[in-house]
């Protein structure tokens, strides 16, 4: 009867130090995740910003294309300083939306 309560006994404690490290594994995985979503989505708001800043370069070279007289219309280049804007706009908001996720 004794040896049936200490097998009984080291199953119950060889169980929970099994629990205890699946545990801290679960909590390192999160801890990974939630590192791995901060730099996804720094990344994204990153390429707002590059994408917007291109489309302003761009804009830029169509008005000076059209300052030399080049067939280029004023509604192409307000639309992709518009572009632009909605853009910074996106990533301005996805920045503020990571600063509350963290």
Not at 70 to 78: G, H, L, M, N
Request: hydrophobic fraction near 40%; charge should be neutral; charged fraction near 20%.
């Amino acid at each position: 009867m004794t040896k049936l309560i200490s097998a009984f006994v080291m199953i119950l404690l060889s169980t929970s130090a099994f629990a205890s490290s699946d545990c801290n594994e679960v909590t390192n995985d999160l801890k990974a995740m939630q590192k791995a979503r901060a730099s996804i989505t720094q990344s994204l708001v990153s390429n707002h910003d590059t994408f917007a800043t291109l489309l302003e370069d761009y804009s830029g070279v169509l008005n000076t294309s059209a300052a030399m007289g080049q067939p280029v219309t004023k509604e192409a280049v307000t639309n992709m300083n518009e572009s632009a804007k909605a853009f910074r706009v996106r990533g301005q908001n996805a920045q503020k939306l990571n600063d509350k996720l963290n």
